[in-house]
């Protein structure tokens, strides 16, 4: 019996992926477990698993004594001897091998019970650490089930979820086909494998198919600075070369679009426009809005904020499909973009120009009243100067009476 249970976990393990030791240790454990049950925590034992040969020993020892308080620690001399033929003095320690068919049939069942579960512990803890260190990076599995919310994939025997809004949504699945997708996260759970989300819509899917695809990327001599996407319709991706030999664009598409190609088709021909980092916010928003042509850009830093003026016929390719391009290029950017016609232009100038108009109109009345004002105190003071001259004259003339 104890060789099929060490033959049964053994390929269980092998099949698992699970380490000799750690199996090893796991049979130990619950073998003591038992020991303990039956010869209470006091009793001492060793238990040898060889997982070569299948075989499982288990040694009791015991004090001879000459008269016995606790039969699981303590034997006498008499039924020492008788048990092993040999003769032993007061204080000898006494080796007993215990069979496992001891136990019962019961007792053995709920080993393989336990010994079931640890090993499905030691499983889950395994797989959890096999994909979080894989967490971000690119897996190939093979479509196991097409469920309306996700899709079941296999991968090294474990189940990995490919949830519907992780999809790219033009893109039909098949039972039995191979994809590849990207690790986007796991989780433990109370019950069952931990869980695996992977995803094909994740921007971080695009930035591994780059590096992938293009060797100075993966070298690090040029880098991805920022990534927009619409998964299976279009993507923006800014890069930057460390080194000024290279041209990051030149070699992302590479000769005749042969680099940028392989990854449009792993894409569902995902429309993918590359352009060139910079600092320069304006410059940036220029070409992240490319092939349209800008006329101006007006840029509110605190607030981020873009506003660009531009022809009526490049409205059509600023705006894009369905509001495309200037929602990439506004995610790129980390500007909200706001796109203003030259004829929109044109109205705040004439408002600014008639604002002017009436402020210079202003200005003037004002100016005018003031001169109005300065007359007007001219003549008084005329007025005062002719009023004084008849108070003297009239002064003058009552002199004269008087006289």
């Not at 995803?199 to 600075?225: M, T, V």
């Not at 940028?260 to 304006?282: G, K, M």
Request: hydrophobic share 35%; charged share 35%; with cysteine.
């Amino acid at each position: 019996m104890k060789s099929e249970i060490v033959d049964a976990f053994s390929m269980m393990a092998k099949e698992k992926n699970i380490d000799r030791d750690i199996l090893s240790s796991v049979i130990k454990d619950s073998f003591k477990k038992m020991m303990e049950k039956k010869y209470g925590l006091e009793s001492n034992f060793e238990i040898i698993v060889n997982m070569e040969k299948g075989d499982i020993e288990i040694f009791l020892y015991k004090v001879v004594v000459d008269e016995v308080k606790d039969p699981n620690i303590e034997i006498d001399k008499e039924s020492a001897k008788e048990k092993s033929g040999e003769d032993f003095n007061v204080g000898d320690d006494y080796v007993e091998e215990i069979p496992t068919e001891e136990f019962g049939r019961r007792m053995v069942i709920n080993l393989k019970q336990n010994l079931n579960q640890k090993i499905r512990e030691i499983e889950k803890e395994i797989t959890y650490n096999t994909y979080k260190d894989l967490v971000g990076e690119i897996l190939v599995g093979e479509i196991y089930q097409i469920k309306p919310t996700s899709i079941l994939l296999i991968h090294n025997s474990n189940e990995v979820i490919f949830p519907k809004g992780e999809q790219i949504p033009k893109e039909r699945y098949k039972k039995g086909d191979t994809t590849r997708a990207i690790v986007k996260s796991i989780e433990k759970r109370q019950s069952g494998p931990p869980l695996i989300i992977v995803s094909r819509a994740d921007e971080q899917f695009l930035y591994k198919l780059f590096e992938l695809e293009i060797p100075e990327i993966y070298d690090g001599i040029i880098e991805i600075r920022g990534i927009a996407r619409e998964p299976g319709e279009r993507a923006k991706i800014a890069v930057t070369s460390n080194d000024d030999r290279i041209d990051a664009v030149g070699a992302c598409v590479g000769m005749k679009g042969i680099r940028i190609h392989s990854i449009v088709r792993e894409l569902s021909n995902e429309n993918i426009d590359v352009i060139n980092f910079t600092d320069d916010p304006a410059l940036y928003i220029s070409r992240a809005l490319s092939p349209a042509k800008l006329n101006d850009i007006y840029l509110d830093s605190q607030n981020k904020i873009a506003k660009i003026y531009a022809d009526e016929d490049q409205i059509s390719l600023i705006i894009g499909k369905s509001g495309q391009n200037i929602k990439l290029a506004s995610k790129l950017t980390g500007y909200q973009i706001d796109v203003v016609r030259n004829e929109e232009k044109e109205e705040e100038a004439d408002e600014e120009d008639d604002d002017n108009l009436e402020e210079n109109e202003t200005e003037n009345e004002e100016a005018e009243v003031t001169e109005e004002n300065n007359e007007e105190a001219e003549v008084t003071e005329e007025n005062k100067e002719e009023s004084e001259v008849t108070e003297e004259n009239k002064s003058d003339e009552n002199k004269e009476m008087i006289s």
